[in-house]
Structures are given as C-alpha cells and as structure tokens.
C-alpha cells in the first residue's frame, strides 16, 4: 500500500456536494465524449465467458474475478477486466459504419491492484472505440483523437468552473506528445515512473506514445501492454500533472487496434501464440472485423482531477485497508 497525504489538506466541499459535483462531471463529459468522437452510448457486459478469449488480461498477471453459473456449469465466467475487444466485435455485430463508434459505462474487479491514492480494486471508465480506415492507422490519427478527448476534458472544466468555482483543479491549455523511447533517451537512470512525473511536471498534459514494446537501451517495455488489442507503435496515456499530490495522474489509456499483422507481431513478441486460436482473434486474422481505435477514460480519476480531491476513494466507493482508512481519516480525508 503506497498513500500520499498532502499537508494542511482541506476539502472545499462537502460530501452531498462532492456527489452533486460528479453527477455534473459525469453528465457533461459524456455528452462531450459523444460529440467529439462521433460515437453511441451502448449497453456493455459486466462478465464474459472465458473460452471466447474477449477480456482484457492487461499485463497478463493480474487475476480476473471469476464464478460459475448454474445454467452454464461448464463454463467459467470472468468479471471483465476492460472492454478492449468486446468493443470491436461490438461494432461489426451492431452494424456501426466508418467513423462511427460507440462508448460505454465499464466496470470492473481488478483484485491485483496496488492501492494508492489513485487506485482502486473497483474500476469505472467510459470505454469507447470507433471505427477507422486502414489507411488511417497511423500517428497523425491517434494525435486528432487525443486532442478531441482533451477537448472534451476542458470543455467539461468549463462547466465544473462555472458551478463550482472554489472547488475546481485547472488544467493546462494543450496537450504535449512524446515517446516511451525519447524519455528513455532523456532519463535513462530514472524508473518509467520517474520519468512520467519528470515529463508530466514539465508539460502539465502530455500524451506517451508506443507502450509495450522493448526500448532500447533497458531492454525492457516502458510498461505491459497486453499483446492482442492495442498496436504498441500507435498507443499510449494521456497524463496530467496532479499538483495536490505532486505527481503524475493517468486519465486515459487508448491507441490505434491490432492489425492482422500487428496481431501475430505482438503475440510471438509476448510468447502467446496460442491465443491465435481463440474466436476474437480468429475473426480478426480472417478480416471479419473492422480496423478500429479505442480507449478508456477513468470516470472516478477524472472527478479527482476536476476537483482536486487527494484521494479517489472521495469520488467512489471502494474498499480500503484499515490502515490507509485510519491515515485518510487523521488527514482530513473523507473516504466514501
């Protein structure tokens, strides 16, 4: 357990209000989310069935809550982990056509995570993915979305200031674009970590590009990425700097999909060739499904963000250890 305690912390506003404040919030970025992209709120899974090979493994470490069900005995049914491919198969089966999309309220059981004050075991993001050409898989791409996101981040500020003018953090005016491996090159004694403090301090918002693939000094992945839904050259974070807690704070994970090309590349990189098999990747090999890009945006960090709070157990209900209730409490930090 890793927790911040900012000195002299006062919230400026109470709990009713710090609710009233993330209906707000919540409300007016997903009507900006939808404009911006062009993409549909739709209904989405809590669960998947393992044997389709749609949940996200993230790093592939982290353990998926799972059960199973009386009227499917032999099957094991996994609580999501994000909706990365369920999205793309999404899109062909509701008949989405070309820049169109679609985003949904995900939640998630993530019962591996390291808690902190910006991390919890209950996972709330809009995830979203839209469709593009194959012609558009490239940079330039991922950089207009990202920015169209930021928009829709600031545009959201606007109206959090407007009706709490106390209680709102400001953000910075653009967004900065740089590479896992120029911060390699840059800081090459520093961790990933320190180097996306050092470069979001600088920047205020950045967006880190090309997560997952070895760099090339340490030989090691900036950060894992798991290997069959974002292509590692055309991904990243979208990060800002968290004055309150002097670090870094992830809003966003997103990139540009897998390619059929891309697909086998990562996989025989990540030594899980066998996933090739499985029905998602087996439609995306025989070109059943549309080349696509798409995120996550975390709901609760987003609140944190934009309202300064020191602590995302303000903005959500959670489970905490003891310990860091106990320390929250002592500071002035009122945990939901």
């Given at each position: 357990m890793s927790l911040i305690?900012?000195?002299?912390?006062?919230?400026t506003l109470t709990i009713r209000d710090t609710e009233a404040a993330i209906v707000c919030i919540r409300d007016t970025f997903q009507a900006e989310l939808a404009s911006q992209l062009n993409v549909q709120r739709m209904s989405a899974p809590l669960f998947v069935d393992k044997a389709t090979g749609l949940n996200d493994n993230l790093n592939g470490v982290e353990r998926p809550v799972s059960f199973d069900m009386k009227?499917?005995?032999?099957?094991?049914?996994?609580?999501?982990?994000?909706?990365?491919?369920?999205?793309?198969?999404?899109l062909k089966k509701y008949g989405f056509r070309m820049h169109e999309g679609l985003y949904t309220n995900m939640n998630a059981?993530?019962?591996?995570?390291?808690?902190?004050?910006?991390?919890?075991?209950?996972?709330?993001?809009?995830?979203?993915?839209?469709?593009?050409?194959?012609?558009?898989?490239?940079?330039?791409?991922?950089?207009?979305?990202?920015?169209?996101?930021?928009?829709?981040?600031?545009?959201?500020?606007?109206?959090?200031?407007?009706?709490?003018?106390?209680?709102?953090?400001?953000?910075?005016?653009?967004?900065?674009?740089?590479?896992?491996?120029?911060?390699?090159?840059?800081?090459?004694?520093?961790?990933?970590e320190e180097r996306e403090d050092r470069i979001a301090q600088e920047e205020k918002a950045v967006f880190l590009m090309k997560i997952g693939d070895k760099l090339k000094r340490s030989g090691q992945p900036h950060d894992g990425r798991a290997p069959d839904y974002d292509d590692w050259e055309l991904n990243g974070d979208l990060i800002f700097w968290y004055e309150p807690l002097q670090r870094k704070l992830e809003i966003s994970s997103m990139g540009?999909?897998?390619?059929?090309?891309?697909?086998?590349?990562?996989?025989?990189?990540?030594?899980?060739?066998?996933?090739?098999?499985?029905?998602?990747?087996?439609?995306?090999?025989?070109?059943?499904?549309?080349?696509?890009?798409?995120?996550?945006?975390?709901?609760?960090r987003l609140c944190m963000l934009l309202?300064?709070?020191?602590?995302?157990?303000?903005?959500?209900?959670?489970?905490?250890?003891?310990?860091?209730?106990?320390?929250?409490?002592?500071?002035?930090?009122?945990l939901l």
């Open positions: 305690l900012p000195r002299d912390y006062q919230p009227a499917m005995p032999d099957a094991e049914i996994e609580i999501v982990h994000s909706l990365a491919k369920w999205k793309r198969l999404a059981i993530r019962r591996d995570e390291d808690l902190d004050n910006f991390h919890s075991i209950y996972v709330d993001q809009w995830d979203w993915e839209k469709i593009i050409g194959k012609t558009e898989r490239n940079l330039n791409t991922l950089e207009v979305t990202v920015n169209q996101i930021f928009k829709a981040i600031k545009n959201t500020e606007k109206v959090v200031a407007s009706r709490y003018p106390s209680s709102t953090y400001h953000l910075p005016g653009h967004v900065s674009f740089v590479t896992t491996q120029e911060l390699e090159d840059r800081w090459p004694e520093l961790t990933p540009i999909r897998v390619s059929e090309e891309s697909l086998r590349s990562q996989l025989k990189k990540a030594h899980a060739e066998e996933r090739l098999d499985l029905p998602f990747h087996q439609m995306l090999l025989n070109g059943e499904l549309p080349y696509t890009i798409g995120g996550g945006i975390g709901q609760s309202l300064g709070k020191a602590h995302i157990g303000e903005v959500q209900a959670s489970i905490w250890p003891e310990e860091m209730v106990e320390a929250c409490e002592a500071n002035n930090i009122k």
